[in-house]
């Protein structure tokens, strides 16, 4: 049994939930979300509750019910409040700048490293800060953690991409011998 799946979970004010065949769309005051429904979970909507059940008695069934639960939750939340992920970038040297919708960085490379940005974020750059907002919480996370992957922060001087509240272990390094 999920204790997640399980949770009651309700339809805030000024949301509209609807489930049609085996898509799910959340209409809010900051847009539209759609997903396709898992085979495995039914999603119905009874008054102002949202009911994720297992379809059947798999072992996947029983997983998918907290997920897809989950993703209801973010999906009804993000509507309503956007999501937003900041991103560090620490180094002598470093640069983001953002040119239209392509975010670009200069990140100790020979070349510079460009991402475009999905129509669903907005990014917004300050200093070596970049800032990231979204209505789909899947979707931010992703984009955040490519751009992380681009320079992962290393252990000895912190220098690379970090969330802004990431802490990075640090190492010793080397010493001298004596």
């Known amino acids: 049994m999920s204790r997640i799946g399980k949770k009651e979970l309700i339809i805030p004010t000024g949301t509209d939930v609807s489930v ?9 005051k900051g ?6 429904i898992n085979p495995n979970v039914s999603i119905t909507v009874e008054g102002d509750q949202v009911k994720v059940l297992p ?8 997983a998918m019910w907290g997920t897809f639960s989950s993703h209801v939750n973010n999906m009804m939340t993000g509507v309503n ?11 002598v040297g470093f640069k983001v700048a953002l040119n239209g919708k392509t975010l670009n960085l200069k990140v100790g490379y020979s070349h510079d490293v460009n991402f475009e940005v999905p129509e669903n974020i907005t990014v917004e750059v300050e200093k070596n800060n970049i800032k990231m907002t979204s209505i789909d919480k899947e979707a ?14 290393e252990p000895y001087k912190g220098k ?19």
Request: no cysteine.
């Open 31 to 36: 847009g539209t979300l759609t997903k396709v």
């Open 20 to 28: 049609e065949g085996n898509v799910l769309t959340v209409k809010g």
């Open 140 to 153: 931010l996370g992703q984009f955040a953690a490519v751009v992380r992957a681009s320079k992962k922060p």
């Open 81 to 91: 409040t956007p999501f937003t992920k900041e991103l560090v970038v620490e180094g």
């Open 160 to 178: 690379g991409i970090r969330y802004s509240d990431e802490i990075v272990r640090r190492k010793q390094g080397k010493r001298a011998a004596a």
């Open 55 to 62: 379809a059947n008695k798999t072992k996947l069934a029983n």
